[in-house]
C-alpha cells in the first residue's frame, strides 16, 4: 500500500514547497541544531516549525528518540518526494532562467591537502565560472574528515565511509609506497628490506594529532608492519612532499600524489615488491543529497575529469 500524506487545504502553494524546503535543509544539516547554525535561527524556532508541519501532515517525520538523527518510515517516503519536487522546480527555473546564472547555494568541500591545491583548486575554479553564483568553500586537511561534523557537502578522501548514509564515489586508484628522493638514496643507501627502515631517516605524517609511524608492509603474503622513528613529521602531506624532494629522507606516501615526480625520476619507489596497501580516492557525500542540482552538476564536473 501506497504511503498517503497531506496537508491542509488552506495552503498556499508557496508555503507548501517552503516548507519542503525547510524540511530538505534539516536532512541535509543532519540535526536541528546544526540546522538552525545553517539558518540562522534558533533552535526552538526550528523545532516549533518541524512540530507544525508534522502536525499538518499528521506523521512524524523524525525520530526524536533515537541517539543519531533518523527518519521515521514516513520521513523517509516525504523526504524522497520532496527531493524529486524541489529539483524539479529547480530544473525548471533553470531552464526557464539559464542555469550558469540560477544555480544558486553553497558547497562546501574538504579534500586531501596536496590533492586540493595541484587539482581541485583549479577545478572548482572552473567550475565557479559556469555557476558564478554558486557559492564554493574548498577545506584542505590531511586530518580524517566527518562529513556532518565538518558540515562538507563533499569530501575527497582515501576512507570508505561505513555508514550506509555515505555515497563513495572511487576516483582513482592506487597504492601507497616507500620513496625518497635519488640524492637522499644514493648518500644514505637503498633499503632492500622493511626492516632496514630503522636505520633510516623517516619522514612522517602527522593525522588527527598522530604521528603516523607504524609503517605497514607485506612479506611472503602476511601483512606485517614495522615501527619507524620519525627523523621530521608534519600533519601537511605537502611539507612531507617537499622534504622528500629536498633529500630529507624517506617518505610513505600516495602514488597518485607524487605521480609527476615518479614519471620524471625526482623522487624514486622504495621496496617496491613490499608494498601491500591499496589506497584509492573516493569523493564522499551524504546520499540523501544527490538528487539536488547542484549536487548533481558537480558530481558529474569531476566525475568528467576522471573520464
Same mark, same amino acid.
Given at each position: 500500500?501506497?504511503?498517503?500524506?497531506?496537508?491542509?487545504?488552506?495552503?498556499?502553494?508557496?508555503?507548501?514547497?517552503?516548507?519542503?524546503?525547510?524540511?530538505?535543509?534539516?536532512?541535509?544539516?543532519?540535526?536541528?541544531?546544526?540546522?538552525?547554525?545553517?539558518?540562522?535561527?534558533?533552535?526552538?524556532?526550528?523545532?516549533?516549525?518541524?512540530?507544525?508541519?508534522?502536525?499538518?501532515?499528521?506523521?512524524?517525520?523524525?525520530?526524536?528518540?533515537?541517539?543519531?538523527?533518523?527518519?521515521?518510515?514516513?520521513?523517509?517516503?516525504?523526504?524522497?518526494?520532496?527531493?524529486?519536487?524541489?529539483?524539479?522546480?529547480?530544473?525548471?527555473?533553470?531552464?526557464?532562467?539559464?542555469?550558469?546564472?540560477?544555480?544558486?547555494?553553497?558547497?562546501?568541500?574538504?579534500?586531501? &591537502?596536496?590533492?586540493?591545491?595541484?587539482?581541485?583548486?583549479?577545478?572548482?575554479?572552473?567550475?565557479?565560472?559556469?555557476?558564478?553564483?554558486?557559492?564554493?568553500?574548498?577545506?584542505?586537511?590531511?586530518?580524517?574528515?566527518?562529513?556532518?561534523?565538518?558540515?562538507?557537502?563533499?569530501?575527497?578522501?582515501?576512507?570508505?565511509?561505513?555508514?550506509?548514509?555515505?555515497?563513495?564515489?572511487?576516483?582513482?586508484?592506487?597504492?601507497?609506497?616507500?620513496?625518497?628522493?635519488?640524492?637522499?638514496?644514493?648518500?644514505?643507501?637503498?633499503?632492500?628490506?622493511?626492516?632496514?627502515?630503522?636505520?633510516?631517516?623517516?619522514?612522517?605524517?602527522?593525522?588527527?594529532?598522530?604521528?603516523?609511524?607504524?609503517?605497514?608492509?607485506?612479506?611472503?603474503?602476511?601483512?606485517?608492519?614495522?615501527?619507524?622513528?620519525?627523523?621530521?613529521?608534519?600533519?601537511?602531506?605537502?611539507?612531507?612532499?617537499?622534504?622528500?624532494?629536498?633529500?630529507?629522507?624517506?617518505?610513505?606516501?600516495?602514488?597518485?600524489?607524487?605521480?609527476?615526480?615518479?614519471?620524471?625520476?625526482?623522487?624514486?619507489?622504495?621496496?617496491?615488491?613490499?608494498?601491500?596497501?591499496?589506497? &584509492?580516492?573516493?569523493?564522499?557525500?551524504?546520499?540523501?543529497?544527490?538528487?539536488?542540482?547542484?549536487?548533481?552538476?558537480?558530481?558529474?564536473?569531476?566525475?568528467?575529469?576522471?573520464?
Amino acid at each position: 500500500m501506497r504511503a498517503y500524506i497531506s496537508w491542509g487545504e488552506s495552503m498556499s502553494a508557496c508555503d507548501k514547497v517552503s516548507d519542503l524546503e525547510f524540511f530538505l535543509k534539516i536532512v541535509e544539516a543532519g540535526s536541528l541544531t546544526r540546522a538552525a547554525i545553517l539558518m540562522e535561527s534558533s533552535l526552538p524556532s526550528m523545532s516549533r516549525r518541524l512540530s507544525q508541519l508534522e502536525q499538518r501532515l499528521g506523521v512524524k517525520l523524525i525520530d526524536r528518540n533515537a541517539r543519531r538523527f533518523k527518519l521515521t518510515e514516513k520521513g523517509e517516503f516525504f523526504l524522497e518526494n520532496t527531493q524529486q519536487i524541489v529539483s524539479l522546480i529547480e530544473r525548471m527555473e533553470n531552464n526557464l532562467q539559464g542555469e550558469q546564472e540560477f544555480l544558486t547555494g553553497r558547497l562546501r568541500i574538504g579534500c586531501l &591537502n596536496q590533492f586540493g591545491k595541484q587539482y581541485l583548486a583549479g577545478w572548482i575554479a572552473e567550475f565557479n565560472q559556469l555557476y558564478p553564483h554558486l557559492k564554493i568553500e574548498l577545506l584542505l586537511s590531511d586530518s580524517k574528515v566527518d562529513l556532518m561534523e565538518q558540515e562538507l557537502d563533499f569530501s575527497f578522501q582515501i576512507e570508505v565511509p561505513l555508514e550506509l548514509d555515505y555515497c563513495a564515489k572511487p576516483l582513482i586508484e592506487g597504492k601507497k609506497i616507500y620513496c625518497a628522493s635519488p640524492e637522499y638514496l644514493e648518500k644514505f643507501g637503498i633499503p632492500l628490506y622493511p626492516h632496514d627502515l630503522r636505520d633510516h631517516r623517516c619522514l612522517c605524517l602527522i593525522r588527527n594529532r598522530h604521528t603516523f609511524n607504524d609503517w605497514p608492509f607485506m612479506d611472503m603474503g602476511k601483512n606485517s608492519n614495522i615501527k619507524v622513528s620519525p627523523y621530521l613529521a608534519s600533519d601537511s602531506s605537502e611539507i612531507v612532499h617537499q622534504w622528500v624532494l629536498n633529500g630529507l629522507g624517506i617518505a610513505y606516501k600516495l602514488n597518485w600524489d607524487i605521480q609527476a615526480d615518479l614519471s620524471s625520476g625526482t623522487i624514486i619507489e622504495c621496496l617496491e615488491e613490499f608494498n601491500p596497501l591499496h589506497k &584509492n580516492l573516493y569523493m564522499v557525500y551524504l546520499a540523501n543529497n544527490q538528487s539536488q542540482l547542484k549536487y548533481i552538476h558537480f558530481i558529474d564536473f569531476i566525475e568528467n575529469k576522471f573520464k
